[in-house]
Every structure is written in C-alpha cells, then in structure tokens.
C-alpha cells in the first residue's frame, strides 16, 4: 500500500503552498501566482502528470534490461487538457460537458529491430499507473475533523 500525506500550513502568501510527504521523501505542490498560488512547486495535475511519465520512462526501461535489449534512453512528454465531449474526435464515451483527455509522446532511443519498436511501443501504455488511470480509480473519502 502507498501512502502520500498533505499538509498545507496556512501562513500569508502561502495559503495554497502543500507540503507532501511519502516516507522519507518531501516534495511540495502549488498553485500559480494568477490563481492565487505562490508557484512553489508544480500544480496537482503537474503532479499527476509526472507520475505517469515517470512510471512510463521505468517500464520501458526495466523492459529493456531483462530483455538484454541495447536501450540509450527514454524520456516521456505528457499533456493535460479539458475539451468539450462534442469537439473530441478521438473519445470513446458519449460523454456530455468536458472531458479530461492526455495526450504523451515517448521517446525512446536504442538499437531496436521493427519487431523491438513494436513490442516497446506497446509496453509504453502498459505501465501500471498509466493502466490505473486508464481503468477508473474508486475512491473512499472521509472527512475528519479537530476541535
């Protein structure tokens, strides 16, 4: 199971500044300054975004070493928008008002025969945040609150 936790510390002109942890690790979130953030750190769907990438970038790469294929690099460009469901060529769902879509481009360098690309090109979408996002996420929330 993961754990992430959030802490936002309500000080003057950091009102919207979140303090993030996982474990040992410590990284913060933000808002832009034109939204009323300070830009202390990338906004939540940056966040996401990021994670999917990252998660991508690792698939492909640990792909790579227990094939013994020759890879050099692999980067990933991922990007948000919300777009009307009637302007969405590309949707499945007849959904009605705005749909999140992303979009992403890999990039991966190597010495790879037309079978490899293929075959890397398909576990590109197969890295399990990317299949989570995918799939739908079920969440449990509950509110709990002091004094």
Not at 65 to 76: E, M, N, P, Q, T
Not at 85 to 104: F, K, L, P, T
Not at 113 to 122: G, T
Request: aromatic share 6%.
């Amino acid at each position: 199971m993961t754990t992430i936790t959030a802490d936002i510390k309500i000080e003057p002109g950091a009102e919207l500044s979140v303090e993030l942890r996982a474990g040992s690790h410590l990284w913060h979130a933000d808002e832009p300054a034109d939204v009323g953030g300070a830009d202390t750190g990338p906004n939540p769907y940056e966040l996401l975004l990021s994670s999917v990438a990252a998660c991508t970038c690792i698939t492909v790469s640990i792909y790579c070493r227990r094939k013994g294929w020759d890879l050099h690099s692999v980067s990933a460009s991922y990007t948000h928008d919300r777009v009307h469901a009637n302007d969405c060529n590309d949707c499945e769902d007849e959904a009605a008002g705005y749909i999140d879509r992303v979009r992403s481009q890999i990039f991966i360098e190597g010495d790879f025969d037309d079978d490899q690309r293929s075959r890397l090109a398909d576990i590109a979408r197969r890295c399990p945040v990317h299949k989570t996002l995918a799939r739908g996420i079920t969440f449990t929330t509950e509110a709990v609150f002091a004094g």
